[in-house]
C-alpha cells in the first residue's frame, strides 16, 4: 500500500480482555517496528522485526506482550489480559533502513476501562 | 537507553514569530532525525541529520546538529498556523531503533 496501515483505529476494552493490533507496513520494508505513546510521554520502543530476523523484543514491558510478523509483511501485536496502564497509543511503522526513517502508520489508540 | 530531554515542553507563539526547540542528550548519535506529529497521525520525517555541525534549511525550518553530537535545535522563522503540532527529535547511536525524546508541543496563533 501507499503508507502504513494499521487497525483499529480505536479501540475500548475492559480490563483483562485480550487485544489484538493489527498492522499492514508499506510494500517491500523489509524493518517493521512498535512502539507506544503515552500522554506526555515520548515514543516507547516495543519490538523490531527485521526481514527473516529473529525479532528484537527488548521493549516489550511484560510477558502479556507479544508480537508476530506473518510473511515478512502484516505484523500483530497482542496484549493479554488488558490493565489499565496499557492505555495508550500503539503505533506501527516500517522501514528501509534506519538512515532512511520511519513511515508510520496513524496509530491505534487503546483505552483499557 | 539513551535518553534525550526536549525544551520546551509547550510552546505558544503568534503567527510570524521565530521560535527554537533543542534537543539535547548526554549520548553521542551517529545520526539525529525531526519528525512533526499532528493530532490523530503518526509522527512524520522531517530530516535526518548525520554530521556534528550540520546545518540542514527546509523552507522555513532550520535543523542543526551539534558539533559533538548530543544536541540539536530546530528554528522556525515565521511560523503559521500550519506549523502546530507535536515536534520528536530522535537520536541512534547503537542497536535496532532510534530513541525518542519526549516531544515540545506548538501551537500558532493565528
Known amino acids: 500500500g501507499a503508507g502504513v496501515s494499521q487497525s483499529p483505529s480505536n479501540k475500548v476494552t475492559e480490563k483483562g480482555k485480550d487485544v489484538e493490533l493489527r498492522c499492514d507496513p508499506i510494500?517491500?520494508?523489509?524493518?517493521l517496528y512498535w512502539y507506544r505513546q503515552s500522554l506526555g510521554q515520548g515514543l516507547e520502543f516495543l519490538i523490531y522485526?527485521?526481514?527473516?530476523?529473529?525479532?528484537?523484543k527488548s521493549g516489550l514491558p511484560s510477558d502479556r506482550f507479544s508480537a508476530e510478523r506473518t510473511g515478512g509483511s502484516v505484523s500483530t501485536l497482542t496484549i493479554q489480559r488488558t490493565q489499565q496502564e496499557d492505555s495508550a497509543v500503539y503505533l506501527c511503522?516500517?522501514?528501509?533502513?534506519?538512515?532512511?526513517?520511519?513511515?508510520f502508520g496513524s496509530g491505534t489508540r487503546l483505552t483499557v476501562v | 537507553t539513551q535518553l534525550l530531554e526536549q525544551s520546551p515542553q509547550f510552546l505558544s507563539i503568534q503567527e510570524g514569530e521565530n521560535l527554537t526547540v533543542y534537543c539535547n542528550s548526554s549520548?553521542?548519535?551517529?545520526?539525529l532525525q525531526w519528525y512533526r506529529q499532528e493530532p490523530g497521525e503518526g509522527p512524520v520525517l522531517l530530516v535526518t541529520?548525520?554530521?556534528?555541525?550540520e546545518v540542514k534549511k527546509l523552507k522555513r525550518l532550520t535543523f542543526q546538529f551539534g558539533d559533538a553530537r548530543k544536541d540539536s535545535s530546530l528554528h522556525i522563522t515565521a511560523a503559521q498556523p500550519g506549523d502546530t503540532g507535536l515536534y520528536l527529535c530522535?537520536?541512534?547511536?547503537?542497536?535496532?531503533?532510534?530513541?525518542f525524546g519526549t516531544g515540545t508541543s506548538l501551537t500558532v496563533i493565528p
Open positions: 549520548s553521542v548519535f551517529s545520526s
Open positions: 510494500s517491500g520494508h523489509t524493518a
Open positions: 511503522a516500517s522501514s528501509l533502513g534506519l538512515v532512511v526513517g520511519y513511515t
Open positions: 522485526f527485521q526481514g527473516n530476523s529473529a525479532p528484537d
Open positions: 530522535a537520536g541512534y547511536s547503537t542497536g535496532n531503533q532510534f530513541y
Open positions: 541529520v548525520v554530521t556534528g555541525g
